[in-house]
T-cell receptor
Framework: DAKTTQPNSMESNEEEPVHLPCNHS???????IHWYRQLPSQGPEYVIH???SNVNNRMASLAIAEDRKSSTLILHRATLRDAAVYYC????????????FGKGTKLTVNP | DSGVTQTPKHLITATGQRVTLRCSPR?????VYWYQQSLDQGLQFLIQ???????AKGNILERFSAQQFPDLHSELNLSSLELGDSALYFC????????????FGDGTRLSIL
C-alpha cells in the first residue's frame, strides 16, 4: 500500500478555513485519495475522495496537486464539531478494498 | 447516524474467555469489514466479508474468527482472550468497490480484566 505523510497535529480557530495537507509521493496512477475523520468516541467517518480533479461536497473540498504527489483537505469554516483525527488514505482502484489507516492529523479547533 | 449498528457497545470480560461482537450493516451494503483500534497499533484491518463469503484477510489472529450470515449481519468471535486484545472493534459496511466509502459503526469497546 502506498504511503501517506501527514502532520501529527494542527490547530485552528472556529469559523476560519483549515487546510490539512497530505503527502503521497509514491502514489500510483490508479490510486484514489480518500479522507476519513474520527471524532472522539466515534467510528471513522468518510469525508471525501478524488483521483485527479479537485472535488467538493457538503463537508469539505479536496485539492489535488497536478503531479498528484500531494493533496489538501479544506474545511471552509471550521466548527468545534470538526475537531477530530483526519486520515488521508490511498486506495488502489484495482486493489484491496480495505482501508489502511496511518496516524492521521489531530485537528484542534479553538472557540 | 451511519446506519451501521454494533452491539454491544461495551464488553468487560476476563482472560481466557470467548466473546462475540455483532454488526448489522447499512441496508443494501453487501460488504462488511472489521477493524481493531488499540492505543499502540492504531486502526488495523482484520477481515472482510462480501455477501457471505470471506473476501480479504488482514492482521487477524488465529484466535479470532468471523462470519457473515444470509441476512448480511456479521459476527466477530474472539476466543482465548488476552489482556492485549483490549481495544475498540469497529465494523464498517460498503457496496464493496474501491471508489465507494465505508460506513463505520460506533464500535464495541472490549476490556479484558
Amino acid at each position: 500500500d502506498a504511503k501517506t505523510t501527514q502532520p501529527n497535529s494542527m490547530e485552528s480557530n472556529e469559523e476560519e478555513p483549515v487546510h490539512l495537507p497530505c503527502n503521497h509521493s509514491t502514489i500510483s496512477g490508479t490510486d484514489y485519495i480518500h479522507w476519513y475523520r474520527q471524532l472522539p468516541s466515534q467510528g471513522p467517518e468518510y469525508v471525501i475522495h478524488g483521483l485527479t480533479s479537485n472535488v467538493n461536497n457538503r463537508m469539505a473540498s479536496l485539492a489535488i496537486a497536478e503531479d498528484r504527489k500531494s493533496s489538501t483537505l479544506i474545511l471552509h469554516r471550521a466548527t468545534l464539531r470538526d475537531a477530530a483525527v483526519y486520515y488521508c488514505i490511498l486506495r488502489d482502484q484495482g486493489g484491496s478494498e480495505k482501508l489502511v489507516f496511518g496516524k492521521g492529523t489531530k485537528l484542534t479547533v479553538n472557540p | 447516524d451511519s446506519g451501521v449498528t454494533q452491539t454491544p457497545k461495551h464488553l468487560i470480560t476476563a482472560t481466557g474467555q470467548r466473546v462475540t461482537l455483532r454488526c448489522s450493516p447499512r441496508s443494501g451494503d453487501l460488504s462488511v469489514y472489521w477493524y481493531q483500534q488499540s492505543l499502540d497499533q492504531g486502526l488495523q484491518f482484520l477481515i472482510q466479508y462480501y455477501n457471505g463469503e470471506e473476501r480479504a484477510k488482514g492482521n487477524i489472529l488465529e484466535r479470532f474468527s468471523a462470519q457473515q450470515f444470509p441476512d448480511l449481519h456479521s459476527e466477530l468471535n474472539l476466543s482465548s482472550l488476552e489482556l492485549g486484545d483490549s481495544a475498540l472493534y469497529f465494523c464498517a459496511s460498503s457496496v464493496a468497490t474501491v471508489n465507494q466509502p465505508q460506513h463505520f459503526g460506533d464500535g464495541t469497546r472490549l476490556s479484558i480484566l
